[in-house]
């Protein structure tokens, strides 16, 4: 038996190897895409890393630019579940279905490229939207998203004045291994070094972002260890933000608390002088405006610089405009828009 | 002298012949196409070869390689629950071997796998010296390497991944053997990653079928102290066999990463689940002493074609959350219902 078993797996690896060698890699076909179709053709998915508050604004969003802008369909999927592998899955599956542009936001920001490749060589339109690719390189058609580390660093700032220009600072933030957390932590640190040594950074507190019971646990417990040396904290992540607010108001102590978004808790929080301020993003522009440019793109227009990378806005709200900080964010969603037909599309028509 | 015994020993009876149904694998594949016409009548998508099959047929590799990698420990009655964060020391190795070294696909694919066997051989032997359960041993090293794979990517790298890739890693990800030619004659639409999970599905069975290590293996895992007294060196097979569980959990980081287009501290984040999932639905017992290498596969696809059809159907989070867990729960319990029946007509299942 074992010499026929020997036998055959020699003619077996000779036969693959010799396969092997008389193959050649197939031309590549020219990307797809050229095809212009018209906007009721295009059906958009807004497609974040997962289940996170900061990305319900997208369904709105989303639903009133298919009626502004007239397109075929828009779908809004967040089953990735924060895992890249799965992302990818959703992404295929959508575009199985026939969804033919996307706006996502990379659960990875480190490997996303990739994904936006494979996407665009099936001829599809791609957007990166709320987040841009780590590193200088964006294969997507754009990136509209917060600039995360000037976000970060008009936060701490913010915190620096709140505290009187000195004291210790700590900051509380997300997932570690994300490389958007690490332009945040180089963000605070920015602002922190120009004080020139006047405001220390206490404690950087990382992956607390996963639910609003871990940010309260690590809140409460950086309260019970540190609260009275305290004089500020940062926070640029959206459930740290809310279990920091409701951490410092229930403790009393005199902590300067500077939030992320517009969550209920902490726009009350504003108004009632508990929090400082908090800096708002722009969801809603990223997916309105993103829609509308995939949409354009399917049409046929190209993008002036393909791989852009846009800022979507970013706002302090204090006490002082906490009444009127969205006129601000609808201001930033029109100019926008303005913006990608003036600037960063170039259209036949 | 003996006296030549001139009746006829009573022959044992042999065991009953395994009927079609009692045999699990058959099960299983009945189930896998059964969920396929289910899908594909509900979603005629689920056909659709580049954006369906051939992400699904990358998945399987990179999964089955995962349910093999706890099917090694399985063997033993042990569990390794540092299964993903082994994959993520393999893909820095692997990534820190092409980065600082230049090294070439193959070197940097063997540097990963030798950081996956060294870890696993860690595992086993702290597990064997000590007599500590491998569930508390793997679950304290997967705590110490999330913390080394945090530090030690921070220290190496920008941000959380490595930049590049070896050549050869982009069309791991990217090509089938369609896209290669013999004259007229293409290859089929299977992605080059999957002949590599082939070869380790071969030999991970081969191993545990014919080879006098993984029969021990097994033996050991049935009963530990037969094992010994039987002169089978169980320490050392505890030791082989964790190590090739970190191997096979190596083998899957580098599959993942070039998958998903870099080596990265994400890699393996979401292995656990599916690694014992696969192998326990493919008929792998928890206490040791059988394993099923074909189970394990048609487990993961199985798995695998509920996550697309459910993607294809659309289903948000947690409703896929809630019919993964059910559909899953159905077949395990069709897989009982079975066994009581085999065991009941006194046949081996």
Known sequence: MRPFVRLGSTVGVLALVIAAAACTKKEETPEGGATALTAAQVKVALVPGGAHPYFQPWKDAGGKAKTDFAFGDVTFNETAGWDQTKQNDVLTSLAAQGYNAFGIFGVAPESINSTFENLKKQGFHVGSLASCPAGDKNLADFCLSTDVQEAAYKAAKAAVDAMGGQGNLVHLTGNKVDSNTQRRIAGVQKAVDETGGKVKLLDTITDIDKDLQTAQKAVADLLAAKGSQVNAIVTTAYNPAVAAAGGVKQAKLPIKVIAIDDDPTIIAGIKAGEVAATVLQNPVGQAYVGSYALVKLSEGCTMATPGVIIDSGSFVVTTANVATYDNDRAAKTTSLKSDFDSKYLTCAK | ?349
């Open chain 2, 1 to 349: 002298m003996k006296q030549e015994d001139t009746t006829t020993p009573e022959q044992p009876r042999p065991p009953a012949r395994l009927p079609l149904w009692a045999n699990p694998r058959i099960g299983l594949v009945v189930l896998l196409i059964a969920l396929i016409a289910l899908f594909t009548t509900l979603r005629p998508a689920f056909l659709n070869t580049q954006l369906t099959l051939v992400p699904m047929q990358a998945d399987i590799s990179v999964y089955a390689v995962v349910g093999l990698s706890q099917l090694a420990v399985l063997s033993l009655g042990h569990m390794n629950m540092a299964v993903g964060r082994m994959a993520a020391m393999s893909a820095f190795a692997s990534g820190l071997l092409h980065d600082r070294l230049d090294a070439p696909l193959i070197l940097a694919l063997a540097g990963g796998l030798a950081m996956g066997a060294l870890l696993g051989a860690l595992a086993g032997l702290i597990i064997s010296r000590t007599g500590v359960n491998s569930f508390v041993v793997t679950l304290a090293l997967d705590f110490a390497l999330i913390g080394l794979v945090s530090l030690l990517y921070a220290s190496f790298t920008d941000g959380v991944a490595f930049n590049g890739l070896p050549a050869g890693m982009s069309s791991l990800r990217t090509d089938t053997f369609a896209d290669y030619c013999a004259g007229d004659v293409c290859g089929p639409e299977i992605p080059l990653l999957a002949p590599i999970a082939l070869v380790a599905v071969l030999v991970v069975g081969l191993l545990f079928r014919w080879s006098r290590t993984g029969r021990e293996v097994l033996m050991a895992g049935s009963n530990a102290k037969a094992a010994e007294l039987s002169g089978i060196p169980v320490r050392l097979r505890t030791i082989q066999a964790h190590a090739l569980s970190g191997l096979l959990a190596g083998l899957a980081g580098f599959l993942l990463s070039a998958n998903n287009g870099a080596f990265s501290a994400g890699v393996g984040d979401g292995f656990l689940l599916p690694s014992f999932l696969a192998p326990v639905l493919g008929g792998t017992l928890l206490v040791g002493g059988a394993v099923s290498v074909l189970g394990t596969v048609l487990g993961t696809a199985i798995t695998q074609v509920i996550y697309k059809g459910l993607n294809l159907l659309q289903f948000q989070v947690d409703e896929l959350k809630l019919y993964i867990g059910l559909v899953l729960l159905a077949a395990l319990s069709l897989d009982r219902l079975r066994h009581v029946l085999a065991e009941r007509r006194g046949v081996p299942a």
